[in-house]
């Protein structure tokens, strides 16, 4: 049981350059979300998925694509990256009754230069 | 939409004692309040929450304290060790076909030996 999986940990990335970071999880979570995370910002929202075939808008969308097509799966795809994208991004996952709460994978550190 | 607000957004304690930090929610149809724990250059991390419909949770040095009316919760650690020093998150979860989380901008404890 790996929990949830980023890859990759570092990327640097041109300006305009356009990239997808991997998330899987292998709990069987119906809910996935990414989030970044700034400094002094806290973990803001850009998309969440409720399952398979769902997906939907959080706080900090644009310049983001996600997609499910499967439970475990939930890419995250930025399409011509800005230096304002540079952040750490994390995916999480939850369980429909919240019994445990979030759990995150280990972050991707994007450098956007 | 939710609105956390989290103070403070550093706290300095001798070990030893005890370190208390506060979170206001503005929505309340909120229902669920986790706490995590971030250690530098890691994953947020669960470490307690709590359900509306109860006041208080205790784990072992950590506690949790939820005031529904004034729409404020507050996450206690006493006897606190080096151990303890992290950023931690409050957040608060609006139940409903998607557990909307907001979280707070977290608050950076530093415990001094």
């Known amino acids: 049981n790996a929990g949830v999986t980023q890859t990759p940990k570092f990327q640097v990335l041109k300006t305009g350059q356009s990239m997808t970071l991997q998330c899987a999880q292998d709990?069987?979570?119906?809910?996935m979300s990414w989030y970044r995370q700034d400094p002094g910002m806290g973990l803001r929202l850009i998309h969440y998925?409720?399952?398979?075939?769902?997906?939907d808008q959080g706080e900090v969308p644009n310049g983001y694509n996600v997609s499910r097509s499967t439970t475990e799966d939930f890419p995250l795809r930025l399409l011509s990256a800005a230096p304002s994208q540079t952040s750490v991004y994390f995916c999480?996952?939850?369980?429909?009754?919240?019994?445990?709460?979030?759990?995150f994978g280990s972050g991707t550190r994007l450098t956007v230069v | 939409g939710e609105n956390v607000e989290q103070h403070p957004s550093t706290l300095s304690v001798q070990e030893g004692d005890s370190a208390v930090i506060k979170c206001t929610y503005s929505d309340s149809a909120s229902n669920y309040f986790p706490w995590y724990k971030q250690e530098l250059g890691k994953r947020p991390q669960l470490i307690i929450d709590?359900?509306?419909?109860?006041g208080e949770k205790k784990d072992q040095r950590i506690a949790v304290t939820l005031n529904k009316t004034a729409k404020h919760f507050s996450l206690h650690i006493t006897e606190t060790q080096p151990e303890d020093s992290a950023v931690y998150f409050c957040?608060?979860?609006?139940?409903?076909?998607?557990?909307?989380?907001?979280f707070g901008t977290g608050t950076k404890l530093q415990v001094i030996p």
């Open positions: 999480a996952s939850i369980d429909r009754q919240r019994i445990y709460g979030y759990t």
């Open positions: 998925s409720v399952g398979a075939g769902i997906t």
């Open positions: 709590i359900r509306s419909n109860v």
């Open positions: 957040a608060a979860t609006v139940s409903g076909g998607y557990q909307k989380v907001t």
């Open positions: 709990m069987n979570h119906e809910y």
